[in-house]
């Protein structure tokens, strides 16, 4: 069997980050996991973080994290690139800077040649080596359908974390890819006329959310995480710290990937969507029509969601003027409100 024949996402029922399990499904999970009492542990399980902190001294931190799921795209190489870039950008959310990634592997060998495993191998490595990191080693078993991640560490100066729930009231809100990934990867699995929107979708998916790393050192960025499986909305609940402010949203604002608005407005989208707004729709205002599809859409290596204090708005934006990268200012957090999230 040729690469060029394998379709990967015939081999799954979900694929990317629309595998996560709901959170509230995920809280009755680790409602039992006792965590170790320690002083070293800055962030663990019991946050709703993008990654595990633990103090090594005075001043230095280990950023722990893992992440994997099945084939979000067909290309085993396209593939390995994704979740590579997806796992390691764990650590740019928590502002640290990535050391070492082991891989997390399991492959159905009796159905796809182990040589395609190696293609995501190879697509994943490329990634690493973007990222400055080696793939040091790994574990791989044997499963019913193809399932790709890394275990990644990184580092970070005590005094640089960011955490998803540390902004401030009139923090502006800022995003730094397109969202709708999951819809794009439902048209593709569907094998629906949407070719020509794939590009663009890749090249989102495997870019590495590498100013995660430059914004940890910014003060005037309050709180940060990445856009993944719980959406946009989804993340953006996470930031309001159970109530204690509210954020509004200009729609209007919110960057989609090239085809997404036709295809939500046609009504395709993952499973996972509604799943999403079953979790958390009770929270927002505002939502319409094929709005809830975009902005509940699970992405996969989404962009970084992060606060900044107004006032240094424009020394933001022209940091990523200067690296060129886009930015989008999609709202501003507020006082707290009835509804956790206004769409206007």
Request: charged residues 20%; glycine residues 10%; negative net charge.
């Amino acid at each position: 069997m040729e690469n060029n024949e394998i379709k990967l996402t015939e081999f799954t029922k979900g694929g990317g980050c629309g595998c996560k399990i709901p959170p509230g499904e995920l809280k009755e999970l680790l409602k039992d996991v006792v965590v170790m009492d320690s002083e070293l542990l800055l962030v663990g399980n019991s946050k709703t973080d993008d990654a595990a902190v633990y103090a090594l001294n005075d001043s230095l931190c280990l950023i722990s994290t893992c992440d994997f799921f099945t084939p979000i795209v067909d290309s085993p190489y396209d593939f390995g690139r994704i979740a590579a870039a997806n796992a390691i950008s764990d650590v740019y959310a928590m502002g640290g800077k990535p050391i070492l990634a082991l891989s997390i592997l399991a492959w159905p060998t009796s159905v796809l040649p182990i040589h395609i495993a190696s293609e995501v191998l190879k697509g994943a490595t490329e990634i690493c080596k973007l990222a400055g990191i080696t793939l040091a080693g790994g574990h791989s078993i044997e499963n019913k359908e193809p399932i790709f991640g890394l275990a990644i560490n990184g580092i970070i100066d005590k005094n640089k974390i960011k955490r998803n729930n540390t902004a401030h009231e009139n923090d502006l809100i800022f995003l730094t890819k397109p969202i709708g990934s999951g819809i794009l990867a439902t048209a593709l699995k569907r094998g629906l006329d949407s070719a020509h929107f794939m590009d663009d979708f890749i090249t989102s998916s495997c870019a590495l959310n590498l100013m995660g790393e430059k914004l940890g050192g910014i003060e005037a960025v309050s709180a940060m995480t990445d856009v993944t499986g719980f959406g946009l909305l989804g993340h953006l609940i996470e930031m309001t710290d159970k109530g204690r402010i509210s954020a509004t949203i200009n729609y209007q604002n919110v960057p989609l990937l090239k085809g997404v608005k036709e295809l939500s407005e046609a009504w395709v989208y993952p499973d996972n969507t509604m799943r999403n707004w079953k979790m958390y729709g009770e929270k927002v205002l505002g939502i319409e029509g094929s709005t809830l599809l975009t902005m509940c859409d699970p992405q996969t290596n989404g962009g970084l969601l992060f606060s900044v204090d107004p006032t240094k708005k424009n020394e933001i934006i022209a940091l990523f003027e200067m690296e060129k990268i886009p930015l989008f200012e999609i709202g501003q957090f507020t006082e707290a409100k009835d509804m956790a999230i206004s769409i206007e």
